[in-house]
């Protein structure tokens, strides 16, 4: 029970211990042998002290690796690495002793440095089983797995100089069906801490957009929330971790951080149009509407830059697969979506302050006057006032769509009628030069606006050129 403590303090008592055993292995050859020829076989015989030495031998290392759990999960959350370190400090100097100590008094027969390390190898994947059977929680999943593939395979156990074993001689502790059911579980717990931190995450948001605090602004002085950052911390993390597992392991963790952001969108969506609909059945109750809008605008084109940079970062050669290109597109995709759906929610706000003024166009009003047009231009005005906190893509996008949809109003108000306003109706060539040379007048004036606001970008490829053309 005491061979690695007794080889290095008395081996005199071991090597007297083994020949006793040696020498009872003989009688007990020498017994079978004459039971062979007699079919007399002495009581108590056969004795099997070499195998009732290496019974206890296994016994006494099974109790070890059992024993020396210091705490549970209860008394201390670390309980699992500190039971790991002690159980690869004792199996490293028990093997040590076994090569440099008990190869020198066992019998070569014994083969005991090898027999210690298939000993201890089955011990210590014994009770890793146990482990994994009794249940693990939260980061015990990743210690076992480091423990696992790294620690015992490398240089602080099995592969140390110490041992001087091959590496491709040294056997994995668990099977790959066991090692694929933890990572099974370990991305499963992942997945429901997510599902945890992006329904926390989206709470706040929601309460953020609520307040009546402006939204935070970064160092170029647009506006943003911390819900893409706080959402690309916890995928960082992830990463980080599996990174110290296994090179496989990173691209399963970063197939799944794809899905929970993708799946992330679709919350955000949820909420943004919650709140745009919460927004428009009563304005007076989010007074900070505007600021938000821009901020979430802005939180868009954050989540497409920060996946690029995982993507960069963690997305390594060879492992790209048509599964995970599409995930990581979809992934994309859904914030463009969400950033052109909030544009149109911005510009919603504008236009219901304008639309009435559409009515007025192509109507009798509208020939002895410019008020219309006039108050649509210093209506958007003011509204782009808060747009400089839009970055300047984010900008560019909201111009774009809001010259379309000036434009095709424009265009609407001069082609139909409807219930609400009569299309005027030309009784006289002169009378319809004058409307198209009022309408290329408004054109222009829309056009310049436009690029007084935005410059050159608005000029290219103008719609109020197709409304100057459609007024000839």
Known sequence: LRTFATVRKSPRELVTALRIIEREERSDEDCLAKQKQTGFLPPGRPKKWREVCMDKLGQSVEQKMEGNQLEGREENKMWLVRHLEVIRMLMLEDLRVAKHHLVTVFPPRYNIAQHCISLYHRVVATRLQDIIEEGLEGQEYVSLLQWVLNTYPGPELMGSTALGLEKNLIPPLLTDAAVKRLTSSYLGNMRDNYTSWMTNTIRQEKEDWCSDRDPDMDFDGFFHTSSPVIIYQMVDENLQVSNTISPELV???????????????????????????????????????TRYMIAIINNCDRFEVLSQEMKSRWWKPGHHDNDGAGKFELLLKTFQ????????????????????????????????????????????????????????????????????????????????????????????????KSAAVKIRTEAAQCKSFFKDVAGDMADFDSPFDTVATLGE
């Not at 952001?261 to 919650?274: D, F, L, P, R």
């Not at 969400?338 to 020939?367: C, G, H, M, P």
Request: charged share 25%; glycine share 2%; proline share 1%.
């Open 251 to 289: 691209y399963q963790v970063l197939l799944l951080c794809i899905e929970q952001v993708t799946k992330y969108g679709h919350m955000y969506k949820s909420a943004i149009q919650e709140y745009k609909a919460s927004y428009f059945r009563e304005r007076s109750s989010l007074s900070l509407f």
């Open 337 to 432: 979506e969400i950033r052109l759906e909030s544009v149109n929610y911005l510009l919603d706000e504008a236009f219901l302050d304008i639309e009435a003024y559409f009515s007025d166009l192509l109507t009798a009003k509208w020939q002895t006057g410019s008020q219309a047009i006039d108050t649509i231009c210093a209506t958007l005005n003011d509204y782009f006032e808060d747009y400089q906190f839009l970055k300047p893509t984010n900008f560019e996008l909201v111009i774009s769509c809001a010259q379309n949809r000036v434009a095709r109003k424009y265009i609407t108000a001069m082609l139909q009628n409807n219930l609400l306003r009569r299309k005027i109706t030309f009784t006289s060539q002169e009378e319809r």
